[in-house]
């Protein structure tokens, strides 16, 4: 069964940290890739990183070096570490997972979703 849940949203200040977290079923777990994405309100939803299941990680330009993503394959757990928050983070996070060769940070490869969690950066 296909199933993804995040948990970990909440508002934070400017500046601030938190870690999200997407715990997955063993079957969506063993996908291919396995991302992030998130949605302001009023904006289109973006990519904002994703890993595949041989490691490799890459990450949207907007957060690079502010965000990192890991994984604990004991926990079939993935997660966002999200640091030195700015109020332009401000969105509902999702993760999302396919099981297809190619793994880009393309909202239509995506099969999987989970229902998201709100993160609110308040100055």
């Known amino acids: 069964q296909e199933q993804l849940m995040e948990s970990g949203g909440g508002s934070v200040q400017a500046g601030g940290s938190l870690r999200l977290s997407c715990t997955a079923s063993e079957y969506t777990y063993s996908s291919n890739c396995m991302a992030w994405f998130r949605q302001a309100p009023g904006k289109e939803r973006e990519g904002v990183g994703y890993i595949t299941s041989v490691g490799t990680i890459r990450y949207a330009q907007s957060i690079q070096g502010r965000f990192t993503i890991s994984r604990d394959d004991a926990k079939n757990t993935l997660y966002l570490e999200m640091n030195s928050l700015k109020l332009e983070d401000t969105a509902t996070y999702y993760c999302?997972?396919?099981?297809?060769?190619?793994?880009?940070?393309?909202?239509?490869?995506?099969?999987?979703w989970g229902p998201g969690t709100q993160v609110t950066v308040a100055s």
């Open positions: 999302a997972a396919h099981d297809k060769a190619v793994c880009q940070l393309r909202q239509d490869l995506f099969s999987t």
